[in-house]
Nanobody, 126 residues
């Protein structure tokens, strides 16, 4: 079992930055992947970024590539999502999740993830 807690959300203006944190209690195994997803009102949950714990292999959605950066601090059992050049369309609840058996092909698929946090709201004003 692992519990995930997201933090760092808030209300900011377009063009600014935010950093989200996802801290895990319980064991993160070397083969696990940690992903960030988001869900805006009336929309499906969508993939944002993911990182494989040991390999430090990272993938991004096209919509955030070059603006968002995912990273991890193994000593703190924490994954970060640095979000730059924020746009109003980035407004959503952001969730982190753990996939115990990831492949590069499945890391973008929310149904493959085993544990989820409660989410943190990010609101970007224009």
């Amino acid at each position: 079992q692992v519990q995930l807690v997201e933090s760092g959300g808030g209300l900011v203006q377009a063009g600014t930055s935010l950093t989200l944190s996802c801290t895990a209690s319980g064991t993160i195994y070397s083969n696990d992947a940690i992903g960030w997803f988001r869900q805006a009102p009336t929309k499906e949950r969508e993939f944002v970024a993911a990182i494989r714990w040991r390999l430090n292999d990272k993938i991004y959605a096209d919509s955030v590539k070059d603006r968002f950066t995912i990273s991890r601090d193994a000593a703190k059992n924490t994954v970060y999502l640095q979000m730059n050049s924020l746009k109003p369309e980035d407004t959503a609840v952001y969730y982190c999740a753990v996939d115990r058996s990831p492949t590069r092909a499945t890391m973008k698929i929310s149904d493959k993830y085993d544990y989820w946090g409660q989410g943190t709201q990010v609101t970007i004003s224009s």
